[in-house]
């Protein structure tokens, strides 16, 4: 849909104390009986500015490591028309954040990485003042929780923007390939919000011009019809029209299927190897507020490695990613931040990591880059954790029959094996692990992987060793180049052995921020990366792995 975007210049104020919640900053200074205005403690338009989209983190020197409530707050006009519907959407706001405007409090949103929406039709005015006191407080009960191995940016990162529509409106949209019918047929579903009693969905390239029937507000439709197939190596996109009533949307999308069968994904029938890299959404200037262009270059990157597949790791990054994904032709991994050791058996964290993996999913349904939903990273076996991440399984598979669900495990170092009881859940196991680094002993990760005989694809979600770009020396030497690419050698000696092995993603693209690193080389970064941190240097691994990828194939 067209849009109008409130980025650019605000004014903003750090908030230790919420104090703009309790004094209320967000309505107009008073007056008290006889008109006199009475003291205030907020002074919005001589505050500090700030660029939105961005981190408050890379803005400005004194937030570098800011932790608390920032409020934003800006002035615009707007032509209202009585006529319509305005719909506020807020792209990212890291982590929480309540929003208010003209003095009224709108709404509240927890989880930093998927946007919200908010109707603001009763309050827009001629003149209007937005405010949103965000916050990026670690708390034991948020996901992700009080401990993460990368930067706790905060701020509204991602753009906000006002939607016009009509008071009936098209709701929500979904196409994609039916599961197993041969790629012959395609399902279409639509959500609207008010009356109509049918939808016309046009794909003109495809010669299809069809009426679904609505019935309160709800319909689908399946259709037979031959689209040229997505892939990597053809990244085809069509051009999708649904109008009801008097609105209308576009859509631009593939059609592919994605299968799992025994130990090997097919995609479009054909079973192949997911030669892939994880990746932080970060970048040296712009820090978790990437631009279309840095995600550009990342994927250029990736097929410079001969590779396919990107772990987009460990939250939903930035939409325009899956949409840039399908236009070049890269398969996706998206997850959501349901990392490590997070209060499981939290009622209020179980419905956050619903909210989150619902609001992820309703927003890529039609991205055909995306073809693993991933439900958390490196969670110790529990009953508590099974019963959350098995919940999240099954959720996917509730919201969305034509993907692969997944998850990045921990491998049983008792047993030397994979052994763990949410593999039951997913239809494609990852695992993590460190041989060569954390675990120096190669000679274990041929016992683990000879020890394991699982049933279902495994893909290699995490492996690597730091190096400091430029920093050479011995094999044996650790944070040199050199122990990270015999690292890399001999993960991939080991790897080829294994036909379950349906993919890897070592860890990572390029280095990125973290303030749990801090030895002398690290100093503030995760040096794991196949790139130095501003992505100028390939390190000698990136070689490898390139090397491996450009004959690695299904046997």
């Not at 507020?289 to 994927?299: A, G, H, L, M, Y």
């Not at 325009?320 to 990392?339: K, N, S």
Request: glycine content about 8%.
């Amino acid at each position: 849909r067209k849009s109008e975007k409130l980025d650019g210049i605000w004014n903003h104020h750090a908030d230790v104390y919420d104090t703009c919640l309790r004094q209320e900053w967000f309505t107009e200074p008073r007056k008290d009986g006889e008109g006199w205005t009475l003291p205030w403690d907020w002074d919005f338009d001589q505050w500090d500015t700030i660029n939105v989209p961005s981190t408050w983190n890379t803005e400005q020197e004194q937030y570098k490591l800011f932790e608390g409530s920032m409020v934003y707050t800006r002035t615009f006009k707007y032509d209202v028309d009585a006529l319509e519907k305005v719909v506020l959407k807020i792209g990212a706001a890291y982590h929480n954040a309540m929003v208010f405007l003209n003095g009224t409090f709108l709404g509240y949103h927890e989880g930093g990485d998927t946007p919200f929406y908010l109707d603001v039709t009763e309050h827009l005015l001629e003149d209007n003042r937005i405010l949103l006191s965000v916050n990026n407080t670690r708390t034991p009960g948020r996901i992700p929780t009080i401990f993460t191995d990368w930067y706790n940016y905060g701020g509204l990162y991602r753009s906000i923007e006002l939607f016009r529509l009509p008071k009936s409106f098209i709701r929500e949209f979904k196409i994609a390939l039916v599961p197993g019918s041969q790629f012959g047929k395609i399902k279409a579903e639509v959500l609207l919000e008010g009356s109509a009693d049918s939808a016309e969905l046009k794909i003109p390239e495809l010669g299809i011009i069809e009426s679904i029937k609505l019935k309160n507000g709800k319909g689908s439709l399946e259709l037979t019809c031959s689209p040229e197939l997505w892939s990597p190596e053809n990244p085809k996109l069509y051009d999708v029209y649904v109008t009801a009533g008097i609105d209308s949307i576009q859509e631009r999308t593939g059609f592919r299927e994605i299968r799992v069968e025994g130990t090997q994904i097919f995609l479009n029938g054909t079973s192949i190897k997911l030669k892939g890299v994880c990746s932080h959404e970060e970048s040296v200037p712009n820090g978790k507020s990437v631009t279309n262009d840095e995600i550009r270059e990342n994927f250029s990157l990736v097929k410079e490695l001969k590779g396919n597949f990107v772990r987009l790791a460990h939250y939903p990054h930035t939409e325009q990613a899956a949409r840039i994904a399908d236009e070049v032709g890269i398969l996706l991994w998206e997850e959501i931040p349901v990392y490590w050791a997070i209060l499981f058996e939290n009622e209020e964290t179980i419905s956050n990591g619903r909210q989150q993996l619902t609001e992820l999913i309703k927003r890529d349904y039609n991205r055909p880059s995306v073809i693993i939903w991933s439900v958390g990273n490196e969670n110790p076996d529990t009953d508590d954790r099974l019963a959350f991440m098995g919940g999240l399984a099954d959720l996917a598979r509730t919201l969305d029959d034509t993907r692969a669900v997944s998850a990045a495990c921990l491998w049983d170092q008792q047993k030397m094996k994979i052994d763990d009881r949410l593999a039951s859940k997913l239809d494609i196991i990852g695992i993590n692990e460190y041989f060569g680094w954390y675990n120096p002993h190669f000679d274990q990760l041929e016992q683990f992987f000879a020890n394991s005989n699982p049933d279902k694809p495994v893909i290699i979600t995490e492996f690597g060793a730091g190096a400091k770009a430029g920093h050479h020396g011995g094999r044996n030497e650790m944070f040199t180049e050199e122990y990270q690419e015999r690292t890399y050698e001999e993960q991939i000696r080991c790897f080829e052995k294994q036909d379950w092995i349906a993919g890897i993603t070592p860890w990572i693209l390029y280095d990125f921020r973290t303030p749990v690193r801090c030895n002398r080389f690290q100093q503030g970064y995760n040096l794991k990366g196949l790139l130095s941190a501003d992505k100028s240097h390939r390190k000698l691994a990136f070689f490898v792995l390139q090397k491996f990828f450009s004959r690695w194939k299904v046997r």
